[in-house]
């Protein structure tokens, strides 16, 4: 059957703007946000639980910051943190806790170069978002560890997360395998609010391209092993 040309024109129309819309989506999102409640959750006495050093060398924090708005500039940059130490409990095969150690003052930027590499890594540091002079490491304490085997994760994680020296309980899903041996791998994808740790700065959508979204993408990579 021959198609009109209203009929393809209109098609074209409706293509494009499902295109806009779900680009104008990615740039706005990103990782689910993780379910956040504020205060410290109460952890468990993990005393007879085997510990396992977490390896430093092989673990990192992946992120992404956005900026702008749908309409207004786009963009984003994204880095790394470092892990300066940390252990995971295990106890009947399984992890019932832990705590890792972040390093503040190692926020490194990736995707720029020279002067302004170093200008928005002293600004992340400085007081409008992280404090790391003040605050120079930040804390995940592990208050529990379920199982929810599920096609992007096989555990659900809540722990106690610590920056610039306000602790709020967090909750993402996660893949962990942990081996006969006690060795331990862990990744997990989700988004913090920074806003519930005091970092507030240029979180007003009427700056437009100058807006800095509320939520940071996390990836996190944990090695950990006897």
């Not at 806790?97 to 190692?106: A, H, R």
């Not at 920074?194 to 437009?208: I, P």
């Amino acid at each position: 059957m021959k198609r009109s040309k209203t009929w393809v024109s209109a098609t074209k129309y409706w293509a494009l703007t499902a295109l806009l819309l779900t680009t104008f989506a990615c740039a706005d999102g990103g990782n689910k946000e993780a379910k956040t409640q504020e205060g410290a959750e109460k952890v468990d006495s993990q005393a007879a639980a085997l510990s396992v050093k977490v390896d430093t060398a092989a673990s990192i924090i992946n992120w992404i910051g956005r900026k702008g708005i749908a309409g207004a500039k786009l963009g984003q940059h994204n880095g790394t943190v470092r892990i300066s130490d940390g252990a995971l409990k295990i106890d009947g095969g399984k992890i019932v806790g832990g705590e890792i150690t972040i390093d503040m003052q190692s926020i490194t930027v990736l995707d720029l170069k020279g002067e302004d590499k170093a200008k928005l890594e002293n600004h992340l540091r400085d007081t409008d978002f992280f404090l790391a002079k003040e605050y120079p490491t930040g804390k995940f304490e592990i208050t529990g560890v379920t199982e929810a085997p599920s096609d992007s994760a096989t555990h659900i994680v809540k722990g106690n997360l610590t920056l610039r020296g306000k602790t709020n309980n967090i909750e993402f899903p996660a893949k962990i395998t942990l081996s006969e041996a006690g060795a331990v791998s862990a990744t997990a994808k989700f988004a913090i609010d920074r806003t519930k740790w005091g970092v507030v700065y240029g979180n007003d959508k009427s700056l437009g391209d100058k807006f800095i979204h509320p939520n940071i993408d996390l990836e996190l990579k944990i090695e950990a092993k006897n």
